[in-house]
C-alpha cells in the first residue's frame, strides 16, 4: 500500500503517512480553478461598471436620444413620464456600476461575501432593466425593448445561476 500524496510505501492497517501525514485512503481533493473569478475580479466587473457609468451619462443628459436621431426635449415633450423613468434608470446605473466595483474588489480580496456579491450583481441588474422596460413600455404605451434589452434580462438571470454555483462550489477559497 502507498501513500496516495507522496507515494511513500505504507505499513497495512496505516491510518497516515508517516512522511507527509496524509490520510490513507483518501485521495487528495481536486483543486478547483479561479480563472472565472479572476475574469470577473480583473475585467468583467471594471468594465461592466464603466459601461454603466456611461449609458448614466447618456441617460441623464438625453443623448440616449441623440444616437436615434431624436432630441431628447422632443421625447420628453410627448411623453412627459419619460424623463423620470429614464433619471431613476440612471440612478440605479450608478449604483449597479458602484456595487460592480465593490464586487470586483471582494473578489480580488478573496472576501466570503463575495459570491453573493456576484450573484446579486447579476439579479439586480436584471431587475433593473426589466423595471425600466416595463416603465418606459407603460409610458409610452408600446414595447419599448428590443433584442438586447431583453437578451440583457435574460443573460442577467442565467449569470446568476451560473454564479451562484460556481462560487458555491468555493466557499473554501473564498473566506476572508
Avoid at 65 to 90: N, T
Avoid at 102 to 128: D, E, P, Q
Wanted: charged share 10%.
Amino acid at each position: 500500500m502507498f501513500c496516495n500524496n507522496c507515494g511513500t510505501q505504507l505499513e497495512e492497517g496505516a491510518a497516515f503517512c508517516p512522511n507527509c501525514g496524509g490520510s490513507v485512503g483518501v485521495a487528495p481533493a481536486p483543486q478547483l480553478g479561479l480563472k472565472w473569478a479572476h475574469f470577473l475580479s480583473y475585467f468583467a466587473l471594471w468594465l461592466g461598471a464603466l459601461l454603466n457609468v456611461i449609458v448614466a451619462f447618456t441617460v441623464f443628459t438625453g443623448s440616449i436620444y441623440s444616437a436615434q436621431g431624436i432630441e431628447a426635449e422632443y421625447v420628453y415633450a410627448v411623453f412627459p413620464g419619460l424623463k423620470p423613468v429614464d433619471m431613476i434608470y440612471g440612478v440605479a446605473l450608478l449604483v449597479l456600476a458602484v456595487l460592480g466595483v465593490i464586487t470586483a474588489v471582494s473578489i480580488i480580496k478573496y472576501k466570503k461575501n463575495a459570491g453573493t456579491l456576484v450573484c446579486a450583481m447579476y439579479l439586480v441588474s436584471a431587475i433593473v432593466a426589466f423595471i425600466y422596460l416595463v416603465g418606459a413600455s407603460s409610458v409610452l404605451g408600446q414595447f419599448a425593448g428590443n433584442s438586447s434589452s431583453v437578451a440583457s434580462i435574460i443573460v442577467g438571470i442565467v449569470m446568476f445561476f451560473v454564479n451562484k454555483i460556481y462560487f458555491g462550489n468555493r466557499k473554501d477559497i473564498f473566506v476572508n
